[in-house]
């Protein structure tokens, strides 16, 4: 038996203007989604428990069936587990953007990019080498990660400073978002010194010479101390791969206990080779039962406000992910493949929000019988079924036909 999860990153939506009151979703010409939705159980579901933030972390641990508000620490050491850092009881760990701010005509510095212009990894490598190198010590140290997305380690730290994501705010003026609170002092003298060194840095010169965004500063969010959660071989008997190139992802795959992946062409934005995913995961199906294949595209085309690009990458992975995946399944014998974003990115929005989600479970079952009338994976569809599923966690046990919410699904 063979279990996969696609994991559309923020596929779920809002009507957008751009797309003639449409969501991506319902925009998109995706045949293989339409029919898991047709021939499988389609319905809503809440990855967002009440008062938690809306983001991948807290998404992406429920659909792997971890409660979060019982195994949640922080986003950043997910990140650090993916990245093998050892962490100690009291120690905390940050995720750390590059961002670039601009200056308003008032003065005010702005998040004008929460990702430096997505910076390319290896600029990023070279900055965070600098500011280990400058301001690392005395409990401090930074840790390169991908693009923009980078970590500090706070030894037996403080991990109550309050602290906002900085895709929350962009185009608003940082002032009333610093750092706040126990610990904040120490945050903000980090990030006045490091803004220092990223104003003369020549990455920066560079990109500007370039035409391209600088990092301007490094933003500090999503802390907190090392988590415990038992694995998915521990609860259901699973082994399993990961495949993402995102840290976040492969860091809650390393605590289920799944193998990352690393995929040639991955980059965890819109130019991903996602035909490559498939192969990759199809390939690590021959020899594991589980797959979480995760792709980050279609977050980013919603935090940058652009519904045609979201649109643009669902239909990518339904035609070069989904599409594959489906015969490849067919051919291993029994299976169960699961469809769903971990969170809504609303392109007007242009970051997370809470509410619950399409998703679509199918079985070798359901796939072998004659078509019922067809509906397409879409927000209103999954609606319209009157399924909608309050404790999203719970999911993963209807994927691995131990009952659940939708019970022998």
Known sequence: MKYVIIHGDGMADWPCEELGGRTPLEAARKPNMDLLATRGTLGMVATIPAGMPSGSDVGTMSMLGYDPKRYHTGRAPIEAASQGIAMGPRDVV???????????????????????????????????????????????????????????????????????????????????????????????????????????????????????????????WGQGTRPAVPTLKERFGIDGAVISAVDLVNGIGRLAGLEPIKVPGATGFLDTDYGAKARYGIESLKRRDFLLLHIEA??????????????????????LIVGPMLPALAAMGEFAILLQPDHATPSKLKTHSPEPVPFALMTSKAYARANPPPRRYTEAAGKATGIILDDGYRLIDSLFGKGGPLGQA
């Not at 995720?95 to 200056?103: D, F, G, H, P, T």
């Not at 990019?113 to 301001?135: C, K, M, N, P, Y």
């Not at 002092?185 to 020549?202: K, V």
């Not at 690009?309 to 339904?318: G, P, W």
Request: glycine share 10%.
């Open 298 to 319: 279609p977050d980013e085309a919603g935090h940058m406000g652009r519904a045609d690009l979201k649109t643009e990458a669902i239909e990518r992975i339904d035609e």
């Open 94 to 220: 940050f995720r750390m953007n590059l961002v670039s701010l601009e200056a308003s005509p008032a003065g005010a510095q702005v998040m004008q990019d929460f990702t430096a212009g997505h910076i390319s990894s290896e600029e990023a490598a070279r900055i965070v080498a600098d500011l280990q190198h400058e301001l690392g010590g005395d409990g401090i140290e930074f840790k390169n990660g991908v693009s923009y997305r980078h970590l500090m380690v706070w030894r037996n730290g403080i991990g109550t400073t309050k602290l906002t994501p900085p895709h929350d705010i962009t185009g608003k003026e940082v002032s009333a978002y610093l750092p706040e609170g126990d610990g904040a002092e120490r945050l903000r003298g980090l990030m006045e010194r490091a803004a220092a060194i990223l104003a003369r840095h020549p990455v920066n010169a560079a990109r500007r010479a370039q035409g391209k965004p600088a990092a301007t500063s490094v933003w500090f």
